[in-house]
């Protein structure tokens, strides 16, 4: 039996009923596509959190207080604790060669009113060095100084949301104009310029304002939240960590590390932990995805064998004209693949297609690598050979008096 007449057989018999061939191919269509677009999904949304952590600055390693510890209560969350000051910024920036820039900042959240309209955001103070640290640059205006920092000016560097939200969307000739921060005046000096993001993640909702402002008028204390330093490189992020840690348990009179009032992260250490998250979400995505294909292949097998039932007396004539069982083995198994390569071809079309869907009109991040087709292509045959085997290895060992009896 040639290839050809092969093919042709097994198209035969694919178009011979449609309508069943169609509905057996819906059950991998289907699985194709789920798997396709969740994978996208997942794939998008990790791409998504990474690119929004690379934002926040290069080679960043951020040094943050312990946790508040009260005798006979339940610590508060990292963080809480009073534990770092300006003067260790100050030591670090001086001390450690590795910190290419240091910007202490202190984040408080504040109702802020303009011209009759108000909004609750993010209010950092920081010093001039952020805008290095953080990958902050202006739009419109100017960032503050180190001399607005040592002469408590009353200037602030507001977000373009910010901006959309005390003086319209779009607003111009913003700096200059005044804004007011727990009941005091601010100058507008500058508009930062679009990151993009959402919710409490947002980084354009913010207002920077000088950190001795922010100590004098806001915090009360001299008090930072949190130490943003710029490694000088990627490679010495480690060293840098290693130093800073050294320098503040030598500073706070620590001699236990594991008592440290302090904690240090960097900025890989942090987009290793999301990608992990992003990766068990992806996966638990497409794990579900998959119960439909191996529902789809139980599909194939159920047709195959319905298949091999419907033609037993031409499976017995085949055989008694000297066709061997191999190539009764063959055409029942191709065309098995066949159906599960077009639900694949199918599915990942419309995988694609719902990826693109949620992506610009449902706002969802999606990503279609070329891996996941491959998978899904992949898949898809496997599915055809294993599900394909038993049913074509029923057909090839029918004896041929017993199928040209068959009725």
Do not use: C, W
């Not at 946790?67 to 508060?76: D, E, K, L």
């Not at 990292?78 to 534990?83: D, K, L, P, Q, V």
């Not at 180190?146 to 969307?169: E, M, S, Y």
Request: charged residues 15%; negative net charge; glycine residues 10%.
């Amino acid at each position: 039996m040639t290839t050809n007449d092969l093919l042709h057989e097994t198209f035969s018999a694919v178009s011979s009923n449609k309508i069943r061939s169609g509905l057996t191919i819906l059950g991998i269509v289907i699985g194709i596509g789920s798997v396709i677009a969740l994978i996208a999904i997942g794939q998008g949304a990790q791409s998504t959190i990474q690119a929004s952590i690379q934002s926040i600055g290069s080679n960043l390693v951020l040094v943050m207080p312990g946790a508040q510890r009260v005798p006979g209560q339940i610590s508060s969350g990292r963080g809480s604790a009073e534990t770092l000051t300006q003067a260790d910024s100050d030591a670090i920036a001086s001390q450690i060669s590795l910190a290419k820039a240091v910007a202490p900042t202190i984040t408080s959240r504040e109702q802020v009113t303009a011209k009759g309209t108000n909004t609750n955001t993010s209010i950092i103070g920081t010093d001039a060095a952020y805008a290095e640290v953080r990958n902050e640059t202006v739009d419109e205006g100017a960032f503050i100084s180190d001399q607005q920092n040592t002469t408590l000016a009353k200037v602030a560097v507001i977000g373009p949301t910010t901006r959309d939200d005390l003086f319209g969307v779009g607003a111009t000739n913003v700096v200059g104009q005044t804004i007011r921060i727990n009941k005091i005046d601010f100058k507008v000096i500058g508009i930062l310029t679009s990151k993009g993001g959402s919710g409490f993640s947002n980084q354009d909702d913010q207002i920077i304002i000088p950190i001795s402002v922010s100590e004098h008028y806001l915090s009360g204390s001299d008090y930072v939240g949190t130490i943003n330093i710029e490694a000088v490189d990627q490679q010495s992020m480690t060293e840098l960590e290693a130093q800073v840690t050294n320098l503040l348990l030598e500073r706070h009179k620590i001699s236990d590390p594991t008592a440290a009032d302090f904690s240090v992260e960097n900025q890989s250490d942090i987009v290793a932990a999301a990608s992990s998250v992003t990766n068990t979400f992806t996966i638990l995505l497409g794990s579900v995805a998959g119960i439909s294909l191996l529902v789809g292949g139980i599909g194939i097998m159920n047709m195959m064998l319905t298949t091999v039932t419907e033609r037993t007396r031409e499976i017995g004539l085949r055989k008694a004209i000297g066709a061997k069982k191999k190539d009764i083995n063959l055409q029942f198994l191709i065309e098995a693949v066949i159906l599960t390569f077009l639900g694949g071809l199918i599915g990942v079309a419309i995988g694609y297609i719902i990826s693109f869907v949620a992506s610009v009109f449902l706002g969802i991040a999606s990503s279609v690598s070329i891996s996941s087709v491959l998978l899904a292509f992949g898949v898809s045959a496997a599915i055809g050979i294993v599900f394909g085997y038993y049913p074509a290895r029923r057909a090839s060992n029918l004896n041929p008096i017993e199928a040209l009896r068959y009725e």
